[in-house]
Nanobody, 124 residues
Framework: EVHLVESGGGLVQAGGSLRLSCAAS????????LGWFRQAPGKEREFVAT????????SFARSVQGRFAISRDNAKNTVYLQMSNLRPEDTAIYYC?????????????????WGQGTQVTVSS
């Protein structure tokens, strides 16, 4: 059975940093793009960041560009999201996902395996 499990969420003050991790089990992530999405209360789920299977291509939502970084360690079957200079509007449940393709993709319809999410709360 395939699983993605996020960790690293929590409460942080504005301007602070957090590093989210997402560990895969039941499959190897080597051949798939990986992504992060988030959903704030009362809002639709939105794309945050993605990284291609090779790790050579990344894409970010405009709202996090320059503040967030995505990386992957295929040997550990894990993807990371380093979040810096956090803002209250970054408060959301963050989900990692594995795509059905190798290319970095931004549409959630291109992802077929999802984690349960981890809460990130940024206080002002």
């Amino acid at each position: 059975e395939v699983h993605l499990v996020e960790s690293g969420g929590g409460l942080v003050q504005a301007g602070g940093s957090l590093r989210l991790s997402c560990a895969a089990s039941g499959f190897r992530v080597n051949d798939y793009a990986l992504g992060w999405f988030r959903q704030a209360p009362g809002k639709e789920r939105e794309f945050v960041a993605t990284i291609s299977a090779s790790g050579l291509t990344e894409s970010f939502a405009r709202s996090v560009q320059g503040r967030f970084a995505i990386s992957r360690d295929n040997a550990k079957n894990t993807v990371y999201l380093q979040m810096s200079n956090l803002r209250p509007e970054d408060t959301a449940i963050y989900y990692c996902a594995a795509a059905t393709v190798r290319d970095a993709v931004v549409e959630d319809a291109d992802y077929d395996t999802w984690g349960q999410g981890t809460q990130v709360t940024v206080s002002s």
